[in-house]
DNA sequence: CGACGTATTGACTCGGCTCAAAACCTGTGG
DNA sequence: CCACAGGTTTTGAGCCGAGTCAATACGTCG
């Protein structure tokens, strides 16, 4: 089969993704041949999990907002991803529950909609294909419990330095620069508070852990300080490994 | 293989049970050898997902309540489970993040232990194990999502009155009588709010619905005055079939 | 430079938590 | 059958964290 270069760059996503990177390019075929390059500019809905809808979507570049809606018309955020998350697929084994949840491009995007019979057929086909897949559903069902578990007993500044924590490039050294993506409306919508207490619980943080924000990017003092500031509140391991914003599938 | 009285009755547990009822005998036949019955008083603690226990129980009768430990030695509860249920499951497929789970006994309960590795095993040689086990998990998943969204946008009341609901033995008439599964401290702790606010709650839901409370019985006058003081803060489409408590896993 | 979206600050409200006391239940022994 | 002890549930008073609404400051892109 002859590749066009968006094929390659669909190939190389493939591979660098937790879901299909064990698979050999003869399994991975299929995807290449069926699967159907979107481009989106910023601030588009992207229909997913509605019953029409057989397919599950997997990122190449740009971030993408999920939400849910309730019947009242409010909606909440419930994460944001960029590259290499793949969303849609938790309907593989069809739930109607799912029904609701609404996919937006916060900047411009770039997705391929890969049709779920096609992933059905790699579950059958495919060994430990099924097994993997339930080995990254665990994982994400893990951290959406810690979700539930930081809701519940962290207040405000403390969910704002777990994410920070999160998005640390380094554990274990400091002073760090963090550098904070997407806006702070988008993570304060992320950790379910208001951007005004985003804004004021990050000046509690400053003094309590002396962190200092510079425009979009915050510099980490002491990075101890920060965990300890947070992390005994949490039922993890201590010192977590703040890997805890690992590979997520919707 | 001749069985006995306790193992006809653990046979009986598995083919009532989600994850193993499509299961035959002889498949089964593994687990009824080496399962291990543990009978247990009230308020004892039972030791799961640590390094060592490389075990999943199910329960055959009795309560039991889940929860985690913080780093500071608080603890929250994460559900209150019964006959059928199974948990300590989900480190199958290993993940440490789970080490702090704590399962304590609220009635005199009993449990089967059964080694992981028959279950490894049954997911290398049934057919449709795995992809069973991963539609449990995609449901019990999908309930914790709804949890991290009522936690979000329900107050108290709404999230008692949404209990009530699905513990309704019927959805669809009323007047019908609910009757309170274990005490109240324990519903308040697993909705995440204080036995003080959920007794103040009730009040607010009764004057609101015309619901009343009779000692541990709870009768809804109109069934959907009650769901309509919830449900539409929910993004479950209405009306929900309030079956949201099905079997989980953990 | 002006305009629009983003971020911060201030004043106020309110839901749920805390601590403490009272009321209610349930089981036990005299 | 009653008295008492232990646990559970309710009620009260006060506090505090986060939400709301509104005004102001900041950034950045035309």
Known sequence: MVKSGQQLALLELLHSSELFSHLNNKALEPILRQAHRIRCEKNRFIKIYCDESQYCHIIE???????????????????????????????????????????????PTIIWRISLNIIRNLMKQEDDFTENLLHLELHTRLLQDLEIEHRTILNAPQRIACFLLVHCPAVNQSPVTVSIPYNKKLIAAKLGIRQETFSRALQIIKHATGTEVIGSKLKIKDINKLKSYVCHNCSLQYPCQHNHDGARIY
Request: charged share 20%; hydrophobic share 40%.
């Open 61 to 107: 570049q740009g971030e993408i907002m999920l939400s849910r809606v309730t019947n009242d018309g409010d909606s909440y955020v419930i994460d944001v991803i960029d590259r290499g998350c793949i969303f849609g697929i938790t309907t593989i084994l069809e739930d109607s529950l799912y029904s609701q949840v609404l996919a937006t491009t916060i900047k």
